[in-house]
């Protein structure tokens, strides 16, 4: 016998100032997101790194981040707020992107993909929380 779906709620209507934040929001973030490999590399490349030392920092960058991926849903599921969870993720990647250019040295910009990359497992979820608290389970 198929269990039967649980009846749909009452119609939520999110506001469309919130859908325009959050539509906002994403699109902010896929730039980051997308953009941020490719800069560094060049960035890197100006500042006499080789080929070698800046394919390290991204493949830890990129280990990291596969790792991660189920912790940092973990994290966005714990937590009361996820909002604020975005936020300190969105708030460490430009902490990440300030080290880089201060201080490219080789353990600083190792530590900044390292933040970069288990920010990024969160965002993944926090903005699928995000929407699923907006629009409702239905709605998505």
């Known amino acids: 016998m198929v269990p039967e779906l649980p009846a749909p709620e009452p119609s939520r209507q999110p506001s469309s100032q919130s859908q325009r934040g959050l539509d906002w929001f994403i699109f902010f973030l896929a730039d980051v997101q997308t953009g941020f490999g490719p800069f560094v590399a060049v960035y890197l490349t100006t500042q006499k790194w080789t080929q070698v030392e800046i394919g390290f920092v991204l493949s ?17 599921d714990a937590a009361r707020s996820e909002k604020m969870v ?11 992107a300030l080290a880089y250019a201060v201080w490219p040295i080789f353990p600083v910009v190792v530590a900044a993909a390292t933040l970069h990359a ?11 929380a995000i929407s699923l608290g907006l629009v409702g389970p239905f709605a998505i």
């Open 86 to 96: 975005a936020g300190a993720a969105v708030a460490t990647i430009g902490c990440a």
């Open 118 to 128: 288990l920010a990024s497992c969160v965002l993944g979820p926090a903005i699928a």
């Open 60 to 76: 830890i960058g990129g280990i990291v981040a596969l790792l991660g991926q189920m912790p940092g849903g973990a994290i966005v």
